[in-house]
């Protein structure tokens, strides 16, 4: 069945980049696009950006001079690149795709 | 970009009853394919969002048919038939129309 898991460091210093892995399974990433969506604590959600079974990618225009997003189709997994992290990136990022199949999201804390 | 309005912010439904919940959008999501990009998503307390309707009316798989989606391109109902104690959440509708892709504030289902 469609998976999907997001990895990465629970805590980021301030100006410091946020690295994360979404590994996915039950579904090829050279046929389904993957999105990244964040909810800071207790807030709504905000889509990041995505990257399409192509393998170009968009991003929120909010986020774009910092943000990357990769990927490696043979490890079926899906990197997010944000740098000059601020407190105000504190949030739960989840990585899902399309929409319909979501992971369970990775807590992100910015602050020294 | 689009601006996704949602009405109310909180709902209080007998179990059994009924609910609706609207979403406006700052913008027509219908598209010239003639598809309303729309969906709905229910966040249950301390999970990940789960797609309930897609492209305005389109039941997600495995969702209860006690779900529907309908609307115009700028005004959207979620209907829940039989309120159930398993579909308190939060409620968000989202645009999938254009970059960046957005959401409504959302909308918080509880039982009376």
């Known amino acids: 069945q469609v998976q999907l898991k997001e990895s990465g460091p629970g805590l980021v210093q301030p100006s410091q980049t946020l690295s994360l892995t979404c590994t996915v399974s039950?579904?090829?990433?050279?046929?389904?696009?993957v999105h990244w969506v964040r909810q800071p604590p207790g807030k709504g959600l905000e889509w990041v950006g995505a990257?399409?079974?192509?393998?170009?990618?968009d991003y929120n225009s909010a986020l774009k001079s910092r943000l990357s997003i990769s990927r490696d189709t043979s490890k079926s997994q899906v990197f997010l690149k944000m740098n000059s992290l601020q407190t105000e990136d504190t949030a739960i990022y989840f990585c899902?795709?399309?929409?319909?199949?979501w992971g369970q999201g990775v807590m992100v804390t910015v602050s020294s | 970009d689009i601006v996704m309005t949602q009405a109310p912010l909180s709902v209080s439904v007998t179990p059994g009853e009924s609910a609706s919940i609207s979403c406006r959008s700052s913008?027509?999501?219908?598209?010239?394919?003639?598809?309303?990009?729309v969906y709905w998503y229910l966040q249950k307390p301390g999970k990940s969002p789960q797609l309930l309707i897609y492209?305005?009316?389109n039941l997600a798989s495995g969702v209860p048919d006690r779900f529907s989606g309908s609307g115009s391109e700028t005004d959207f109902t979620l209907k829940i038939s039989r309120v159930e104690a398993e579909d308190v959440g939060i409620y968000y509708c989202?645009?999938?129309?254009?970059?960046?892709?957005?959401f409504g504030a959302g909308t918080k289902l509880e039982l009376k």
């Open positions: 899902t795709r399309g929409t319909a199949h």
């Open positions: 913008k027509s999501l219908l598209h010239s394919n003639g598809i309303t990009y």
């Open positions: 989202g645009q999938l129309l254009e970059n960046p892709y957005t």
């Open positions: 039950g579904f090829s990433l050279t046929s389904n696009s």
């Open positions: 492209r305005m009316s």
């Open positions: 990257i399409w079974s192509g393998g170009s990618t």
